[in-house]
């Protein structure tokens, strides 16, 4: 790790804003961050309207999917994935 991205990192317990919880979301929804990253996660969520109501959509999503009778395409988690990461960075390709 470079001396850059360790100062640029946030320190533990400091809080999140928006950015950085976009760029985690998905992976904090799937459980994949740290106890640290997933409590300011959840933190930042509870506290903001915008970040919150966007993880609500993400698990929506994800219930539909897990609940769905038919067979989903293999790439169906990646394209949900690659479609988030697409709205974070605010550039969704059109089909």
Do not use: N
């Not at 930042?44 to 959509?57: P, V, W, Y």
């Amino acid at each position: 790790m470079s001396w850059l991205s360790t100062m640029l990192r946030p320190r533990p317990g400091t809080p999140m804003d928006c950015r950085q919880v976009a760029q985690l979301l998905q992976h904090y929804l799937d459980g994949e961050v740290d106890a640290d990253r997933a409590r300011r996660i959840a933190a930042h969520l509870d506290d903001c309207r915008h970040c919150g109501l966007e993880a609500e959509t993400y698990e929506r999503i994800k219930a539909a999917l897990a609940a769905s009778q038919s067979p989903l395409p293999e790439d169906a988690v990646d394209r949900l994935r690659e479609f988030g990461e697409e709205l974070v960075r605010g550039d969704p390709t059109t089909p």
